[in-house]
């Protein structure tokens, strides 16, 4: 019996599912962040080898690796030398997350995908091979409608109201108290001195959630621009692909399960009536598992 491995390396978490060759799934590991631009190619090395160290079963034949912010050729080549030397067996294939969200939730093999974690992008390929992307450039140039975007924005829209250039809100107290920190001072501190990580920054998006389902204007505002930034990327994806028939899209990502009125946002601002929309119900990781499935001889 020949066996596979998939992986989920996301902003901030990887998720690594092993597999016999019928795709049943063997054993599982989970550990922390692997975007590489984020943490960099020692922090994908430690991170794979964690999630490694922690599965039971034989090596596998063949692996796939959905890892954030390997985007580009040049730098799939470079983490490809690393994992090999990991032991992620001989046919081994790194793609970006958001092609192993699509195929997780595509089942006909072709659509959109829109990811929307600790960054965001929006991912497609037709029937006749054909992708494109929207998005996907990092935290410092993009990831418009994540919930990196949403934390920072939230920080910044409540700095904003604290020196009267806009409008009163309820982040600033839902920010003081759930982070433990005076506003402005102790927020700015917290930003700039301690180097946070952009997961960091990330996990307020509850706190956005939360004041707008208490009726708060300035957080029903940032959910509903950030749902525009995920439906225009959507669109570009579609209109590059000419997807004009029935096609799936899937949303894949935590922040659609931390803030589910960006998801409601979303679908009323999608002006693609022909797209059969569906949030991923499994890992995305379980994509990584089909496309190391196809590697197998």
Known sequence: MRYVLGIDAGGTKTVALLADEDGVITSTAAGGGANLQLHGL????????????????????????????????????IVTGVLRDLGLGPSLSVVHDAEIALVAGASRGAGVAVVAGTGSMAYGKDFDGRSARSGGWGHLLGDEGSAFWLGREAIRLCLESDDGRGPQTALTELLSHGLQLDIPDGL????????????????????????????????????????????????????RLELGSRFQLVLAGGA????????????????????????????????????ALELLP
């Open 256 to 291: 659609f399960l931390g803030c589910p009125l960006l998801e409601d946002a979303f679908r009323k601002r999608l002006l693609l009536p022909e797209a059969e929309v569906s949030r991923l119900q499994m890992e995305p990781a379980f994509g990584a598992v089909k496309l």
């Open 42 to 77: 020692n922090g994908v090395e430690h991170a794979i080898k964690s999630v490694l160290d922690q599965l039971d079963g034989p090596e596998p034949s063949a692996s796939c690796v959905g890892l954030a912010g390997s985007g580009r050729p040049t730098e799939r080549r």
């Open 188 to 239: 700015i501190s917290w930003v700039y001195n301690d180097k946070l990580a952009p997961s960091k920054i990330a996990a307020l998006l509850p706190l956005v959630q939360k004041a707008a389902e208490a009726g708060d204007s300035v957080a029903e505002c940032l959910i509903d621009e950030a749902a525009d930034h995920l439906a225009r990327a959507a669109h570009a994806v579609a209109a």
